[in-house]
């Protein structure tokens, strides 16, 4: 049924994380699908001023911790090597989920969410964008 499951992820929100990846991996169990685990470090002010500077050690720092921590993510699900991926990109995190998306050609997207509350409801969630803006199926995993 899914060749491919793109799993989005916060690696500082373990919670999350765990969630979607465990339902993602029992999906991709199930029907033989790929997972490709993606984590968004979203560009913030401090960041565009440093490039601004010339504080490309900024982007670096925070890609290696990443880099990092998805490794040891992806090393602790149970899945052949051949059928897990990962990647990092920068950027707002339903704009390069949405894109990551189309690019690997994914049959659906996990995304953890927590319970909806007022700043949910007011300023939206990366998950509710997500789920409006995606061209594939989304699962929101609570």
Not at 8 to 13: A, F, Q
Not at 20 to 31: G, Q, S
Not at 105 to 113: H, K, M, N, T, Y
């Amino acid at each position: 049924m899914y060749r491919t499951i793109l799993v989005p992820v916060d690696i500082s929100e373990e919670e999350l994380t765990s969630k979607a990846v465990r339902c993602a991996l029992d999906i991709a169990r199930e029907t033989g699908a790929k997972l490709h685990i993606l984590h968004v470090l979203p560009i913030s002010s401090a960041i565009i001023n440093a490039y601004a500077l010339g504080y490309m050690e900024i982007k670096d720092k925070a890609t290696v911790k990443a880099e990092e921590e998805l490794a040891m993510l992806v090393d602790s699900i149970d899945l052949p090597n051949d059928r897990i991926s990962y990647s990092i990109s920068f950027g707002s995190p339903r704009d390069e989920i949405t894109s990551t998306a189309d690019e690997i050609e994914a049959d659906l997207i996990v995304i953890g969410s927590r319970r909806p509350n007022i700043t949910t409801h007011l300023l939206g969630s990366n998950s509710a964008g997500i789920v409006r803006y995606a061209k594939t199926s989304v699962l929101v995993v609570r």
